[in-house]
Structures are given as structure tokens and as C-alpha cells.
């Protein structure tokens, strides 16, 4: 699922890295590209998590999507639950 040079690209949010839950669950195929597309290759632009992060410190759970919704499915293989 992931691409070569996703991580490279230079319009790339700053926090599209190694510590990123979106890039994790990406990654293992969690998480389907539209969301790395719209949101982490347009340097971030929109992302309610990069917002809420940059504004106020708050660390968004890994299960939020960058539009702010819960993605179930994914909230189950974050928690194990």
C-alpha cells in the first residue's frame, strides 16, 4: 500500500514522520491513501490533528482521523479492543 518517497515529498506536513500514527497506520495498510493525499502531502493543510497539535498541544488518540472523525476499524487495532 505505502508508496517509495511518500515520506520525501516536500510539500509533506512537517509531522508526516516516524512518530506519526496516520503514517503507522498507513504504513500497515490501516488507512487508505486518499487521507496521506489530501492531508499530509498538502502540508498538512486542513488536518484538525495538525491544528489542535499546533494551537492548543493537544496529541490527538491514533484513531482520529485528520477531519476530526473516529475511525472505528482502525480504533479497534490502535486499542486491541
Not at 12 to 35: E, I, N, P, Q, V
Not at 62 to 75: A, F, I, Q, S
Request: positive net charge; aromatic residues 12%.
Amino acid at each position: 500500500m505505502n508508496e517509495k518517497g511518500i515520506g520525501g515529498n516536500r510539500n509533506a506536513c512537517r509531522w508526516y514522520d516516524g512518530t506519526s500514527g496516520m503514517k503507522t497506520a498507513y504504513d500497515a495498510g490501516m488507512l487508505d491513501k486518499k487521507w496521506i493525499d489530501e492531508y499530509y502531502m498538502n502540508e498538512g493543510k486542513g488536518c484538525l490533528r495538525k491544528k489542535r497539535f499546533e494551537e492548543e498541544g493537544y496529541v490527538s488518540p491514533d484513531y482520529v482521523l485528520p477531519n476530526g472523525t473516529v475511525d472505528e476499524k482502525l480504533k479497534k487495532w490502535v486499542t486491541g479492543k
